[in-house]
T-cell receptor, first 111, second 114 residues
Framework: QQQVKQSPQSLIVQKGGIPIINCAYENTAFDYFPWYQQFPGKGPALLIAIRPDVSEKKEGRFTISFNKSAKQFSLHIMDSQPGDSATYFCAADTGRRALTFGSGTRLQVQP | DADVTQTPRNRITKTGKRIMLECSQTKGHDRMYWYRQDPGLGLRLIYYSFDVKDINKGEISDGYSVSRQAQAKFSLSLESAIPNQTALYFC?????????????FGSGTQLSVL
């Protein structure tokens, strides 16, 4: 079974919109939650990450919101641009093995 | 030059054949990983290695084996390829970051098993 559940599977927004991608987890041992961005023909690359001791982290136009009690976290992209069109993966880690990834969200930002 | 290099980039093989996917890195990282990517399933961990003498199974290791020949090299083998092993395979390395592990992925190997 998938330990990190990601939704939606695909998302289309207009330029300037704020796409939101959601992830949920069950394993309370997870203590590190990164997001990876993947462009076609490339491997994923780290975008932003958060630890559960904070509820929000911003880096440029990208924000992670974290709700520890609900075991959910989400990625928000402010003022989205066509260049943000990519596949986004959430992930989680306990620090003792390897990252567990969500199923991915294919984002398309229309001009 | 790529820091994590996968070869080949594309491979077509037949059911029952043994094949090897190779990964080499120049980042000097101890930790290396093999993931496969399937549409709608995301990235799933096949094997990982935290150092040359440490090999661990991931969530979908059946039908696969690995070899860590050196710190810089980590190979994935399909002993007897089957069509449902058709996927995009990624090798990755990692280093501890200020918050947690940061993975560096290769460009992937697209494998088709006919």
């Amino acid at each position: 079974q998938q330990q990190v559940k990601q939704s939606p599977q695909s998302l289309i927004v207009q330029k300037g919109g704020i796409p939101i991608i959601n992830c949920a987890y069950e394993n309370t041992a997870f203590d590190y939650f990164p997001w990876y961005q993947q462009f076609p023909g490339k491997g994923p690359a780290l975008l932003i990450a958060i630890r559960p001791d904070v509820s929000e982290k911003k880096e440029g136009r990208f924000t992670i919101s974290f709700n520890k009690s609900a075991k959910q976290f989400s990625l928000h992209i402010m003022d989205s641009q066509p260049g943000d069109s990519a596949t986004y993966f959430c992930a989680a880690d306990t620090g003792r093995r390897a990252l567990t990834f969500g199923s991915g969200t294919r984002l398309q930002v229309q001009p | 030059d790529a820091d994590v290099t996968q070869t080949p980039r594309n491979r077509i093989t037949k059911t029952g054949k043994r094949i090897m996917l190779e990964c080499s890195q120049t980042k000097g990282h101890d930790r290396m990983y093999w993931y496969r990517q399937d549409p709608g399933l995301g990235l799933r961990l096949i094997y990982y290695s935290f150092d040359v003498k440490d090999i661990n199974k991931g969530e979908i290791s059946d039908g696969y084996s690995v070899s860590r020949q050196a710190q810089a090299k980590f190979s994935l083998s399909l002993e007897s390829a089957i069509p449902n092993q058709t996927a995009l395979y990624f090798c990755a390395t990692s280093e501890p970051g200020s918050s947690g592990e940061k993975l560096f992925f290769g460009s992937g190997t697209q494998l088709s098993v006919l």
